[in-house]
């Protein structure tokens, strides 16, 4: 049997009628970089969303180092500690500074004293290159820095999988590098990392392996050479001419 971190069978969500996840079978493994890409309304953030229980799936399981997290003995706020992501928006607090945004979390949910998780938080706001402004609040910074913001306070609550939700669409472009090189020194430290993303060069360079989904289904998956190098399926080939320009 596989040991994956985490594992998604028979994964199905639905909005009313309008199923926008269907039968939804994959597993991640500890240190393994998976990139989810496919077209806007494919799925791939809901099915984010649905790993972070910020959806509630409507049929199917998502397991949690084996252990199912709809499960009533299960701990959310736990998980969610050790499941961390990262928005499209940031979602950061406005009315804290980026060392704040980095401390809430680790002493609420932790249990953290203020001292231990504000030396965590410096640790990570270093990492991704925030040290000179853990005072600056999210309206003092460009949308680059609030994501390294938001990264480090992920990375702050030390968990053991990292879902970005398409880290980099609200960038303006100058400043998707410097958000996707942080992105790549994770990948190179060995974290585990779901990358749902419209980025094909950091897809086809960093993962481990890629999934492309169409129309709330695994169209596809497989190494970046397969993936981007010979896709089996005519939509995947679509999708990547569009995106690849061959």
């Known amino acids: 049997m596989d040991d994956f971190v985490i594992e998604l069978r028979h994964l199905k969500k639905k909005f009313g009628e309008n199923t926008v996840l269907s039968d939804i079978n994959f597993g991640v493994k500890k240190g ?4 989810i890409i496919g077209s806007s309304g494919s799925g791939k953030s809901t099915m984010l969303r649905c790993i972070n229980l910020l959806e509630t ?9 084996g252990t199912d997290i709809s499960s009533k003995s299960f701990n959310i706020r736990r ?3 050790k499941v961390g992501m990262v928005f499209q928006s940031f979602n950061l607090f406005d009315n804290m500074t980026a060392l704040g945004n980095c401390t809430a979390g680790q002493m609420k949910v932790l249990g953290k ?5 504000e030396k965590t938080a410096l640790e990570y706001l270093s990492k991704v290159g925030m040290e000179q402004f853990i005072n600056a609040r999210p309206r003092q910074l460009s949308g680059g820095q609030k994501q390294r913001v938001a990264i480090a306070r992920t990375l702050s609550m030390g968990p053991e999988v990292i879902l970005f939700d398409e880290p980099t669409s609200a960038l303006d472009p100058e400043m998707v590098g410097e958000v996707l090189n942080v992105m790549r020194r994770l990948a190179g430290a060995g974290f585990t990392m779901l990358v749902v ?6 897809a086809r360079e960093v ?20 993936i981007f190098g010979a896709p089996e399926q005519q939509r995947t080939r679509e999708f ?4 690849l320009g061959s």
């Open 32 to 35: 393994e970089v998976v990139s």
């Open 207 to 226: 993962s481990d392996r890629v999934i492309f989904m169409d129309a709330g289904v695994i169209a596809e998956q497989g190494s970046p050479e397969q």
């Open 197 to 202: 993303t419209h980025e094909m060069a950091f």
């Open 113 to 117: 004293t203020r001292a231990d998780a």
């Open 79 to 81: 998980y969610r500690a």
């Open 57 to 65: 799936p409507t049929d199917g399981k998502i397991l949690f180092h």
């Open 240 to 243: 990547l001419s569009r995106y």
